[in-house]
């Protein structure tokens, strides 16, 4: 395949990032519930008066989609003790906050695209490389939303959203930041600064911002700089010098800038008009089960991800239910209008009734890793406080309680087996519903007998 030859000799772009002033010091995120009321005697008084009613919707929105690259789940807001994340920990005190949300796969080739699109990668049309080329036949929620009459804007600073290897399709305005490469060894720039600007000129040009005849504008921008390598940014607190410790200078240094676009993007006019969706193509791994980085494997360091929603309107809400990135493209198009009579029908829910006080009602999540020439097949799924992953074709399992044990240390399969049987019959339904679509071109696919790891 010409794209990957080409792609697999890039060279290495060094850029330089000029440094602001340092980001505003952490503040730990604060929640008071409040005081019930109480009689003269000291009882407490149920009101009488109903709740006030949530408003409902108020559809078409503007919406920003940001996206940070490696973003764990256990940031200040879960309980990490350190403050690496001050703006976003104050966000999530205005926004809907999903602690136990989940990216669609372990690495940025096949979680992005299949976000975009509504469905797992494993029934996408996809070459069998694992720096993935998506054909034009998968349809893009973007794709849709052009077709509405919405405005398509993408800024990406990724080698990975050139547009050769199909992930940016149905976008009216794509930018990259100039010497983008696609760099297989790793990450070695620095963009969000860059990034935050690009953003802001794009939605300077008041042709990509009309808002005439109910016409929105929808915003992807992919904030990189917590991937590997780790560097340390002056501008952020000197957390140390092991892995963990310059990955959270990285965190706090995006922060900073993820902070500036969204407040810029609030004071404008159609800030009002603005729904903001925040989450991360995957997680990391810092030797949880022996997994550094990412991809691979779908451990939770690896694909449980923060994920915030935030709409006018729409009050604060903490939701603990699992959340999926499958349901992040019907969410997208009901916040723009497009869901209603959607065809074809796309495969998640959308979280916006949720986020106006519908009920959040349980079910089951699924984490999807096709094969491909350098690695062997996983799927998890994931169900209350359990979760099931399933090896290569389906030669072995494994059963973990992650809300007792979230780095799956200890494989209850042998201990629990009625939650074992249960679980792989759910595995067997929901995957029964997940086609295995077969690669088209590229690269012949490994491991696909048995249970050896690529």
């Known amino acids: 395949m010409k794209v990957r030859s080409l792609a697999l000799g890039l060279a290495l772009s060094a850029l330089a990032c000029t440094r602001n002033a340092p980001p505003p010091p952490a503040e730990q995120a604060a929640s008071a519930a409040p005081s019930p009321a109480a009689s003269s005697a000291g009882q407490l008084v149920t009101a009488s008066a109903a709740p006030p009613a949530v408003p409902a919707p108020k559809r078409p929105?503007?919406?920003?989609?940001?996206?940070?690259?490696?973003?764990?789940?256990?940031?200040?807001?879960?309980?990490?003790?350190?403050?690496?994340?001050?703006?976003?920990?104050?966000?999530?005190?205005?926004?809907?906050?999903?602690?136990?949300?989940?990216?669609?796969?372990?690495?940025?080739?096949?979680?992005?695209?299949?976000?975009?699109v509504g469905k797992y990668p494993s029934e996408m049309p996809r070459d069998g490389y694992f720096f993935t080329q998506w054909p034009n036949s998968n349809l893009f929620v973007t794709e849709r939303l052009q077709k509405a009459g919405h405005r398509t804007l993408s800024g990406q600073g990724h080698g990975y959203f050139m547009a050769s290897l199909g992930a940016v399709q149905g976008f009216d305005v794509h930018k990259l930041l100039p010497g983008t490469v696609l760099d297989t060894t790793g990450v070695h720039d620095v963009t969000s600064e860059r990034l935050t600007e690009q953003a802001k000129q794009l939605l300077s040009n008041p042709e990509n911002v009309s808002q005439d005849d109910g016409k929105r504008f929808f915003l992807y921008v992919h904030f990189l700089d917590p991937h590997h390598e780790y560097y340390k940014h002056p501008s952020?607190?000197?957390?140390?010098?092991?892995?963990?410790?310059?990955?959270?200078?990285?965190?706090?240094?995006?922060?900073?800038?993820?902070?500036?676009?969204?407040?810029?993007?609030q004071a404008q006019p159609f800030g009002r008009d603005t729904a903001f969706i925040i989450t991360a193509d995957h997680g990391e791994g810092f030797g949880e089960r022996g997994q550094y980085r990412h991809s691979y494997e779908l451990w939770e360091a690896l694909v449980r991800v923060p994920l915030f929603i935030h709409v006018p309107g729409a009050p604060p809400r903490r939701i603990e239910q699992p959340?999926?990135?499958?349901?992040?493209?019907?969410?997208?198009?009901?916040?723009?209008?497009?869901?209603?009579?959607?065809?074809?029908?796309?495969?998640?829910?959308?979280?916006?009734?949720?986020?106006?006080?519908?009920?959040?009602?349980?079910?089951?999540?699924?984490?999807?890793?096709?094969?491909?020439?350098?690695?062997?097949?996983?799927?998890?799924?994931?169900?209350?406080?359990?979760?099931?992953?399933?090896?290569?074709?389906?030669?072995?399992?494994?059963?973990?309680?992650?809300?007792?044990?979230?780095?799956?240390?200890?494989?209850?399969?042998?201990?629990?087996?009625?939650?074992?049987?249960?679980?792989?019959?759910?595995?067997?339904?929901?995957?029964?519903?997940?086609?295995?679509?077969?690669?088209?071109?590229?690269?012949?696919?490994?491991?696909?007998?048995?249970?050896?790891?690529?």
Not at 236 to 259: C, I, K, M, Q
Request: hydrophobic share 40%; proline share 10%; charged share 25%.
């Open 236 to 265: 952020s607190p000197d957390f140390g010098n092991a892995r963990r410790d310059l990955y959270d200078n990285e965190v706090h240094f995006t922060d900073y800038w993820v902070g500036q676009l969204i407040d810029w993007v």
């Open 323 to 454: 959340r999926s990135g499958i349901d992040l493209a019907p969410t997208i198009a009901d916040l723009m209008g497009i869901l209603e009579g959607a065809e074809p029908p796309l495969r998640g829910r959308s979280l916006l009734p949720e986020v106006f006080g519908a009920p959040a009602e349980p079910r089951p999540v699924v984490v999807d890793l096709p094969r491909c020439d350098l690695m062997d097949r996983r799927r998890g799924v994931i169900d209350g406080p359990w979760k099931l992953l399933a090896f290569g074709d389906d030669y072995k399992f494994m059963l973990f309680n992650v809300e007792q044990d979230p780095k799956e240390e200890q494989d209850l399969a042998a201990k629990e087996p009625e939650q074992l049987e249960r679980m792989k019959k759910l595995y067997q339904e929901l995957s029964a519903t997940i086609p295995n679509e077969p690669v088209v071109g590229g690269a012949p696919l490994k491991g696909a007998r048995g249970g050896q790891r690529w």
């Open 61 to 116: 929105y503007n919406v920003v989609f940001l996206m940070v690259d490696s973003l764990r789940a256990d940031m200040p807001w879960a309980g990490y003790p350190r403050p690496i994340a001050p703006w976003l920990t104050k966000f999530a005190e205005r926004s809907t906050l999903y602690p136990r949300a989940y990216s669609l796969s372990s690495y940025t080739a096949k979680s992005v695209a299949p976000t975009l």
